[in-house]
């Protein structure tokens, strides 16, 4: 890997938010950046702009707690994933 990509995967922070906003300035009509995450395992991972904010729906179409125990599996799998612990 190299170049932005690399920056926004493992790079420092301070590296990556003048790309972001160098990206933001010169694409105008993008609505945010899809990379790999270094918390995800290099999964594909979207960061929205605030500019996305009209393409999203004005309510949630689901809306639980955490801790609603529907969304229990979900939780455990989502935080297996990541390496994350549920507590």
Do not use: K
Not at 4 to 12: D, F, K, M
Not at 17 to 30: C, E, G, H, I, T
Not at 47 to 61: D, G, K, S, T, Y
């Amino acid at each position: 890997m190299r170049g932005p990509s690399r920056v926004t995967s493992v790079g420092p922070r301070d590296l990556v938010r003048p790309w972001a906003q160098a990206f933001y300035a010169a694409y105008p009509a993008a609505a945010g950046v899809l990379y790999g995450s270094s918390m995800y395992g290099y999964h594909p991972t979207i960061a929205l702009f605030e500019r996305a904010l009209p393409a999203l729906p004005a309510r949630p179409v689901l809306h639980r707690h955490l801790a609603d125990p529907l969304l229990h599996t979900t939780v455990l799998n989502a935080a297996a994933d990541v390496g994350y612990c549920v507590v």
